[in-house]
């Protein structure tokens, strides 16, 4: 059992400098450090300090974590919502709830993920994302911007977006996302085949990663769309036409394309394991990004949400439209990670999946998704079996799991 312990500091206000203790296993993801310590100062990590280093230390405030692994913050680039809120809902709180709940798993960022629905209904989403992107401050994981995922989608592709709300893409609706999320945008799922040249460069141009999605695309059409940019895959396998001998298709483009980065949803339901070793022995580890795809009913359990305007119901931790489509997911980050391990591939592979690749995608490289000097503190501190423990968020506790502490009980789930 892992033991969190506050040593001259309030875990609601932690101070600008302090140790973080008793790390039993530190991985960057690229090394392993074993009995590591690390050192935080005004929300960012100063220094892994070496046992002579931190005898100098020993005054400053800390928080042992009693011998359980520490790794960076995950970075969910596809994600709808969790605990009853969805990015759709269009609202603060609901994103407030959504990066909460995640956090809780280990998530410290993420692309809040909108999906499709009327245009209005996207437009005021997109809205509120930009403005939680561009919050000063940060409750739960940090919001780093929009994936606008729809509704520039092939219809016989869709999966389970609304078919009567997807719309073929322009210049004018792409010039009104832009209105509305001003440098927000990071990531949109398209089907390329739909599109005309002028507006995938347009989007590239601006510097929003185009990413394969919902899609029919044949092997030409998808190999069109990497040279003019596209640079990821939405959830790869699935809602896109899947691999055939005679005609590869966009599967076989994104396996082959080196520069083609592609999503993974580890739960087990969206992928065979095996075609996820698959994936990853073509792409290499550096090319795969595990994702959660998670809706509003993560984190509540079985039985009928809303899902994008429709019903969806879950069973068994599967959820899907009354025609038997997969709906999304209700993963969590750590789970990914933990399914991946189960499923043979090393720890430090995994945690670079959910950590510095998804940093590649959103662009924050230089500062989230390794353990390093200089890199912002957010960690998550796990037990063996994949526990969250305690996640930090810029040097921040956004999730203490623990015993209830009298007028602070929410940090605590």
């Not at 206000?13 to 005004?42: K, M, Q, S």
């Not at 990497?226 to 055939?244: D, E």
Request: charged share 20%.
């Amino acid at each position: 059992m892992v033991q969190i312990r506050f040593s001259g500091c309030d875990p609601l206000n932690l101070p600008d400098r302090f140790l973080i203790r008793g790390i039993g296993r530190l991985l960057t993801p690229e090394e392993e450090v074993r009995d590591a310590a690390l050192l935080v100062e005004e929300g960012r990590i100063s220094a892994i300090p070496s046992a002579r280093e931190l005898q100098g230390l020993a005054d400053l405030p800390s928080v042992d974590v009693g011998g359980a692994t520490v790794a960076p913050g995950f970075i969910d680039i596809h994600v709808h919502g969790g605990a009853g809120a969805d990015a759709l809902d269009g609202t603060q709180e609901a994103l407030r709830t959504i990066a909460s709940f995640h956090a809780g798993h280990g998530t410290t960022a993420l692309l809040a993920t909108v999906a499709t629905s009327p245009w209005p209904e996207v437009l005021s989403a997109v809205e509120a994302v930009a403005e939680a992107a561009g919050a000063p401050d940060v409750r739960g994981a940090r919001i780093l911007g929009l994936h606008l995922e729809g509704p520039f989608l092939n219809p016989a592709r869709r999966g389970a977006q609304p078919l009567e709300s997807l719309l073929p893409p322009t210049q004018p609706l792409l010039e009104e996302v832009f209105q509305r999320a001003g440098g927000h945008w990071v990531l949109v799922t398209l089907a390329p085949e739909l599109w005309p040249e002028e507006l995938i460069r347009f989007l590239v141009e601006r510097g929003v990663t185009v990413s394969l999605g919902h899609t029919d695309a044949t092997w030409a059409q998808a190999r069109r769309a990497i040279a003019l940019g596209a640079r990821q895959a939405t959830h790869l396998f699935n809602a896109m036409r899947p691999f055939h001998h005679r005609e590869p298709g966009v599967v076989g483009a994104v396996l082959l394309e080196g520069q083609v980065r592609a999503e993974i949803v580890a739960d087990g339901i969206h992928v065979h394991p095996a075609a996820i070793a698959l994936a990853a022995r073509m792409k290499g580890p550096e090319g795969i990004v595990l994702v959660t795809d998670a809706i509003r009913a993560a984190g509540l359990g079985d039985g009928v949400y809303e899902l994008f305007g429709q019903e969806v119901t879950v069973s068994g931790g599967e959820a899907r439209l009354s025609d038997g489509t997969l709906a999304g997911s209700t993963l969590t980050m750590e789970r990914a990670v933990a399914n991946m391990v189960r499923w043979g591939f090393p720890l430090s592979q995994a945690v670079s999946m959910a950590t510095a690749v998804p940093a590649a995608v959103a662009g924050v490289e230089s500062r989230k998704g390794r353990i390093a000097r200089g890199y912002d503190a957010d960690l998550v501190v796990l037990d063996d079996a994949f526990t969250v423990h305690l996640t930090f968020v810029e040097g921040r506790i956004a999730f203490l799991r623990g015993p209830s502490v009298p007028g602070r009980e929410s940090l605590w789930r």
